[in-house]
Structures are given as structure tokens and as C-alpha cells.
């Protein structure tokens, strides 16, 4: 089974200041990996994800995040965050070899700064 | 509709009582989930179908809780005899791929209040 750690449940930064959300995983097979943002009074939608390939994904509004197997992790990244960025941040993670289940994490709350 | 929608967006209910959420997926989407949301839990799953498939049930906290799926489309949440640690938004997704290499659509979720 699979399962996603968040370590960071609520990170204040500044305007324009980089950030990035740390998200770990665990799990014995191949996954995919995702970032999921859900901002006030809204649905989730997905930020962007890992499927194969380059271990260095960009998404929407700027966000980044890199998969490192080795660490088992898929940090959320932003060299300049705005106030617009203030949401819920879940990672979350996928058995690519056919479970098709999605877990996630336990969320980041980014609070921007002004 | 455009994207997925959940019904009723609030409910209250008194402890004891069943209530049923309602989701309808975006169309064409095969893959179906339910989540539950609690303060400071997270997401946490609940069940999933995937087309005729038989649905995976691993998630459902206890026995009070059932879902099914009706023609491969619009599905419904039943929480029977509702507790207080019911209370929490409850969440549906749809995804076009069953291997979620595409996007899972989320519902904006309906917030159960049990009293």
C-alpha cells in the first residue's frame, strides 16, 4: 500500500519569497505522483503530476516539483509565490501498476505573506 | 454538466438518521471516487469504481457507510444511523483514464453536519 506524508502542515511566507512544500512517500511499487490545490471556498484541481519521464515537472501559476526516487519525495516548489498562491496544498500519490487508487497526503496550508 | 457536480452542497442531520449524497461525474468518466475530508485528516478514501468492475470498498470506515453506482454514471454516498465523527465534506472525483495518467476532476463536496 501506499501512503504520502506532508510534514509542513501550515507554511507562512512572504510575498515574492521562494517557497516549497515537502511531500514524502512510501510504497513497493512504480507510482505516480501529484500535486493537487484546493484554494478557499473551492474544489481541488490538480496542479501538475509525475508520470514518467523527466524527473522535473512543471505545472500551472508557476509551480514546480521534482521527483526524487532515491528519497522517495516530490517537493513543491515556486521561486516567487503571490498572494493569489494562499490555498490548501495536498500531494498525492498512485500504484501506476493498476491499484488506481489515489492517497493523499494530510495537506499544506501556504499562507502568503503581503 | 461541465464538470462534476455534488448534491446537496450542506446538509444537517440529526445523529441516528441516514442521509445519501448524491455525485454526478463528468460524462464519459469511468473511473468514480469518494473521499472524505475532516479537519486536519486530510483526504481520506473511501471507495472507487471503475467501469462494470467490482467497486473497492477497502476504504469505508464501518458497515454504515455504502456507496453505489448506477449505470456506470451518477453514484450515491448512504451513511445510515449517522454519527458526529460523521461530520466532514464528502468529496466525488471522476477520471477518464482508470490508471489516472489523466486528471481526476473533483466536486466542490458536500458538508455533512451531524447534530
Known amino acids: 500500500a501506499q501512503s504520502v506524508t506532508q510534514l509542513d502542515s501550515q507554511v507562512p511566507v512572504f510575498e515574492e519569497a521562494p517557497v516549497e512544500l515537502r511531500c514524502n512517500y512510501s510504497s513497493s511499487v512504480s507510482v505516480y505522483l501529484f500535486w493537487y490545490v484546493q484554494y478557499p471556498n473551492q474544489g481541488l484541481q490538480l496542479l501538475l503530476k509525475y508520470l514518467s519521464g523527466s524527473t522535473l515537472v512543471k505545472g500551472i501559476n508557476g509551480f514546480e516539483a521534482e521527483f526524487n526516487k532515491s528519497q522517495t519525495s516530490f517537493h513543491l516548489r515556486k521561486p516567487s509565490v503571490h498572494i493569489s498562491d494562499t490555498a490548501e496544498y495536498f500531494c498525492a500519490v498512485s500504484d501506476r501498476n493498476g491499484a488506481n487508487n489515489l492517497f493523499f497526503g494530510t495537506g499544506t496550508r501556504l499562507t502568503v505573506i503581503p | 454538466g461541465a464538470g462534476v457536480s455534488q448534491s446537496p452542497s450542506n446538509k444537517v442531520t440529526e445523529k441516528g438518521k441516514d442521509v445519501e449524497l448524491r455525485c454526478d461525474p463528468i460524462s464519459g468518466h469511468t473511473a468514480l471516487y469518494w473521499y472524505r475530508q475532516s479537519l486536519g485528516q486530510g483526504l481520506e478514501f473511501l471507495i472507487y469504481f471503475q467501469g462494470n468492475s467490482a467497486p473497492d470498498k477497502s476504504g469505508l470506515p464501518s458497515d454504515r457507510f455504502s456507496a453505489e453506482r448506477t449505470g456506470g454514471s451518477v453514484s450515491t454516498l448512504t451513511i445510515q444511523r449517522t454519527q458526529q465523527e460523521d461530520s466532514a465534506v464528502y468529496l466525488c472525483?471522476?477520471?477518464?483514464?482508470?490508471?489516472?495518467?489523466?486528471?481526476?476532476?473533483f466536486g466542490q463536496g458536500t458538508r455533512l453536519t451531524v447534530v
Open positions: 472525483a471522476s477520471s477518464l483514464d482508470p490508471g489516472l495518467r489523466t486528471e481526476a476532476f
